[in-house]
């Protein structure tokens, strides 16, 4: 019999519950990414800078997590950042979160799930301060 380390099932083949699980999974630690904390914020800039066109989403950043039967991130692995910081950051956003539903029975850890981050909204004029005068 194989290694428990050599479960690996491709994506189509995977039950859809584990899909549909993983695609939420996946917009939950999107917007824990996107979340407006001072964490958040510091990573977000890091990734900005890996983008490879101002009006483009960052590269896919893609995590294996592991979650305990409550649906809780337990672990984290991804490929290491150039620098320290943002990994802890990254860890520190989504370690100990609860991701929304629990993980379907018999679902293989850790999930794979790629992550990319949105340009930021286009520049908008500045805003234009109180109400126009009445004509």
């Not at 380390?5 to 939420?24: D, H």
């Not at 964490?39 to 890091?46: D, N, Q």
């Not at 409550?70 to 989504?94: C, I, N, Q, Y």
Request: glycine content about 6%; overall charge negative; aromatic content about 6%.
């Amino acid at each position: 019999s194989l290694p428990v380390a050599a479960q690996t099932i491709a994506p189509s083949a995977a039950p859809v519950e584990w899909v549909r699980y993983a695609e939420g999974a996946t917009a939950a630690v999107t917007r824990l990414l996107e979340a407006d904390n001072e964490t958040a914020l510091r990573f977000r800039t890091y990734l900005h800078q890996t983008r490879p066109a101002e009006d483009e989403a960052t590269p896919p950043l893609e995590l294996k997590i592991w979650v305990n039967e409550s649906g809780v991130v337990s672990r984290m692995e991804f490929t290491p950042f150039a620098h320290a910081e943002p990994g802890a950051d990254l860890r520190s956003l989504v370690v100990g979160q609860r991701l929304p539903g629990e993980p379907p029975a018999g679902m293989l850890l850790p999930m794979r799930i790629a992550v990319q981050l949105d340009p930021p909204p286009a520049e908008v004029g500045p805003p234009t301060a109180g109400l126009s005068d009445p004509i």
